[in-house]
């Protein structure tokens, strides 16, 4: 398309729910505890020895059965386990996405103590994960910010992370990005494998009984964070979840009152039974990305939807690769310090789109030192289906008029980079085909997690938004898929930097 101007950009960007653009700079302003540099390539941005301020866990205890500092729904309903002052350092412990471990579960896991066999019976365990599916993902919080309303933002900090018991890794035919046995999925055979990893602090690593000679660097980050949303947000995804279930052809984390916390709200006979959202459908308020860049040293910028703000955290990775194809990365219970930093209107970085990260060296700790690479194509056989399309033979009209895209990768990419355009464009002065230049040489087009809004009311002709689509090959859970669009600053010299620094003052 021709030359846009700024203004119709963000106009643009804000009609749609995109994936966070990510890769911005790093002043001071805000006073951010100082994290030590890596010790080298595969330490992850080494451990916080500074104070922490608060502590707030639901490790100890089950969330289903005491409700206690946790939750696995969304909702501004749901009220904050405590609040802190702005700049506050506060330990989130979490249990792993499954409320585990906890030898009183009513389905503990198959090994003694609710933990696992050396080598895990994975039909036992799969039955009794399935059986408490609706339990999934138990958040610690939520934690309110004192002074947070609704507009303001909040600068996130994530300063260190450290296991607290044992990972494991699942896969199944019905799940992840190869779920399905062709003609209408993509596996070309059943499978199921359920594996434990045990970390080792001096090498800082993973290893597996299933996989002696495998050793997994320790690169940690949670792959759920993020704010209560509002009730117009709320609104919104239940509308989303509604074309879902009619493109999809089936529920996909729809509603689902049984095992929701806290019942009072979100439970069966919750004041809110029929509202509050899985925490699998994340959106603005960010949720379970299941992102690599949320990693030790990552900053996350967020708009506070509710009074507060109300952040949670949990389902920590203790490593996952840039994809989590088989749903499920190494899960672990963990001690999550943050830093938690409110930034009101006028103050420095406000203006930054959200959501938005700022991250140093994390993603090229999690690149390969030596690697093999294999290049996929939209080739097919005749007469075969892949599972994403399959929802979409008798649905062409609703498709059309949908705000979602199942399984659209091209569309959340497209999302995406009209943000890092936007903030090229806004804060460098560029036109839109600069930008476009500087995206195609710079900018880096990775998966995320997240259920995105369409792109079908943005005013483009169809061909307009065929030229801004982008091209990956790499999903994460299914429908919902997100797409990140990271912006390499190290590009920008003098007076330039110093303008995309400014702009990042959040951090």
């Known amino acids: 398309p021709g030359a846009r101007s700024p203004r119709l950009l963000k106009q643009m960007c804000t009609a749609m729910m995109s994936v966070a653009m990510f890769g911005l700079p790093s002043p001071r302003s805000l006073e951010f505890s100082s994290m030590p540099a890596p010790e080298s390539e595969t330490n992850p941005a080494g451990k916080y020895d500074g104070p922490v301020d608060y502590t707030i866990s639901a490790f100890e205890e089950s969330c289903i059965k005491t409700e206690t500092n946790c939750y696995n729904r969304y909702h501004p309903a749901i009220p904050l386990a405590m609040e802190v002052p702005s700049g506050s350092v506060v330990d989130f412990r979490t249990r792993d996405l499954w409320d585990h471990p906890d030898p009183g579960l009513t389905q503990p896991w198959d090994g003694e103590d609710g933990a696992f066999a050396p080598i895990p019976d994975a039909d036992l365990n799969f039955d009794k994960a399935y059986g408490d599916l609706a339990a999934v993902h138990i958040i610690t919080g939520p934690v309110g910010v004192a002074g947070a309303m609704p507009g303001d933002k909040l600068a996130i900090e994530i300063l260190d992370i450290t296991p607290l018991a044992q990972g494991f890794t699942m896969s199944h035919t019905p799940l992840g990005f190869m779920n399905g046995v062709k003609p209408d999925g993509n596996s ?27 050793v997994v660097p320790y690169e940690p980050f949670p792959g759920s964070i993020g704010v209560l949303p509002s009730a117009e947000t709320v609104a919104l995804k239940l509308e989303h979840h509604a ?44 949720g379970n990305t299941d992102t690599q860049r949320m990693g030790v040293g990552t900053t996350l910028l967020l708009e506070c939807e509710v009074a507060g703000c109300g952040v949670g955290t949990g389902d920590v990775h203790g490593a996952q690769g840039d994809g989590e194809v088989s749903i499920t990365a190494i899960e672990m219970a963990a001690s999550v310090k943050m830093k938690l930093t409110l930034v009101k209107p006028g103050d420095a970085g406000y203006a930054t789109p959200t959501p938005a990260m700022y991250g140093t060296t994390s993603i090229k700790r999690m690149s390969p030192g030596e690697f093999i690479s294999f290049m996929g194509f939209p080739f097919k056989s005749s007469g075969t289906l892949p599972s994403q399309y399959v929802w979409a033979k008798d649905r062409i009209d609703t498709l059309v008029t949908s705000k979602i895209i199942p399984e659209s990768m091209s569309l959340a990419g497209a999302n995406a980079l009209l943000k890092a355009l936007t903030f090229l464009m806004e804060v460098g002065g560029y036109t839109y085909g600069e930008a476009m230049v500087l995206a195609s040489v710079t900018v880096d087009l990775r998966v995320d997690r997240g259920l995105q809004g369409g792109i079908n009311n943005s005013g483009w002709t169809a061909e307009e938004i065929q030229e801004g689509m982008t091209r990956s090959a790499q999903l994460v859970d299914k429908p919902a898929v997100g797409m990140e669009a990271v912006i390499d600053l190290t590009v920008f010299k003098g007076a330039k930097y110093a303008a995309f620094k400014q702009a990042a003052a959040w951090h």
Request: charged share 15%; with cysteine.
């Open 243 to 286: 074309t879902e279930v009619e493109l999809y052809g089936n529920p996909q984390w729809a509603v689902n009152p049984e095992l929701a916390v806290p019942a009072a709200v979100c439970g069966v006979n919750g004041t809110y039974a029929t509202e509050c959202l899985r925490t699998l459908a994340g959106g603005e308020y960010f």
């Open 188 to 214: 070309p055979e059943e499978y199921k494998a359920w594996v434990t990893w045990d970390y080792d602090a001096t090498t800082m690593s993973w290893t597996s009984p299933s996989f002696p000679d495998v």
